[in-house]
């Protein structure tokens, strides 16, 4: 029904920008109605919820990134971005975009960020 696409990531040095993108294709589920968030990993640490954004285009974001990440989504293109700016070595993770609407979750499969001292 949703099927997730992340694109984007890759190396960058401190204090640099990248933005992440997330493709959504959908059937029978219209983008505009999902609630969309983009998740991180990192090895040995616990999963994190980066950005949140709402439906209504209302935006959550995690302490850890307050100020220097910016999650927004294009609905006519059905894809949702996460800005990140001033990066900083912990920063590295996998990038996760998740949807849900009713109780369903769907997850991409994943884009790595390497963020470099």
């Known amino acids: 029904q949703v099927h997730l696409v992340e694109s984007g990531g890759g190396l960058a040095q401190a204090g640099g920008s990248l933005r992440l993108s997330c493709a959504a294709t959908?059937?029978?589920?219209?983008?505009?109605?999902?609630?969309m968030a983009w998740h991180r990993q990192s090895p040995g640490k616990q999963p994190e919820t980066v950005a949140l954004?709402?439906?209504?285009?209302?935006?959550t974001y995690a302490d850890s990134v307050k100020g220097r990440f910016t999650i927004s989504r294009d609905n006519s293109k059905n894809t949702l971005f996460l800005e990140m700016g001033s990066l900083k070595p912990e920063d590295t993770a996998d990038y996760f975009c998740?949807?849900?609407?009713?109780?369903?979750?769907?997850w991409g499969q994943g884009t790595q960020v390497t963020v470099s001292s």
């Open positions: 998740a949807g849900s609407w009713q109780g369903k979750r769907f």
């Open positions: 959908v059937s029978e589920i219209i983008f505009s109605n999902l609630a």
């Open positions: 954004i709402t439906s209504a285009g209302s935006t």
